[in-house]
């Protein structure tokens, strides 16, 4: 993975490694790997992003890049994760993996964010992932048809649990960035040696 800067809603926002725990309607990067399905570890780069929280709105809204899934699978998911008690809670449908995201061409998003955590406050969960499923899991308007079970969404690696394409820190997280021990990528954990790499 690779931390840059990004230009969401048409301000450029600059993101540093020294940002990484998010306040309400802060832009924090989200990153992630390559160690998973749909992409060549020799080759890719990680896909990369950012993300912000709108508790006016209730919303999750930012864009990412260079985010690839396997064929059939175009379904992004969206999740919240507590890396010291390994639990994950749904969020919703993220939509349609947009092909093609490099350069200005971002894929953005907007996730309606359950009643719960509209005023920004997701409890113990520390970081949101996006995993993927098959397409058909979301219809043409961008809604869940079918609700993955688990954060799962790696073929590849089976036990990976979550399978994270892309992830942040959530508002107010008190959760450190780890390395991973491979490449460039990194995670997210109170409790690192108790917490596998998402990818």
Same mark, same amino acid.
């Not at 520390?126 to 079970?149: C, L, Q, R």
């Given at each position: ?51 912000? !929280? ?75 992932? !996006? ?54 990528? !990194? ?13």
């Amino acid at each position: 993975m690779r931390l840059r800067y990004f230009s969401v809603m048409g301000a450029a926002l600059l993101l540093s490694l020294g940002s990484l725990t998010a306040s309400a309607k802060e832009v924090v990067p989200m990153l992630g790997g390559v160690i998973i399905d749909g992409y060549d570890f020799a080759k890719d780069i990680g896909p990369k992003g950012s993300i912000t !929280f709108d508790t006016d709105t209730g919303e999750a809204i930012g864009a990412y890049s260079a985010l690839k899934m396997p064929e059939g699978r175009r379904a992004i998911f969206a999740w919240v994760h507590d890396t010291k008690n390994q639990t994950s809670e749904y969020i919703g449908p993220v939509g349609w993996l947009k092909t093609g995201s490099a350069g200005k061409d971002k894929g953005r998003f907007r996730i309606k964010l359950p009643e719960k955590f509209k005023s920004g406050d997701f409890g113990s969960n520390e970081i949101i992932g !996006f995993t993927s499923e098959k397409t058909d899991y979301i219809n043409g308007k961008g809604e869940a048809v079918t609700t993955p079970t688990e954060p799962s969404g790696s073929d590849i690696q089976k036990g990976l649990k979550p399978a994270f394409y892309l992830y942040a820190a959530l508002p107010g997280a008190d959760t450190d960035l780890h390395y991973c021990g491979h490449g460039q990528d !990194f995670f997210y954990a109170k409790a690192p040696d108790e917490q596998v790499c998402y990818d």
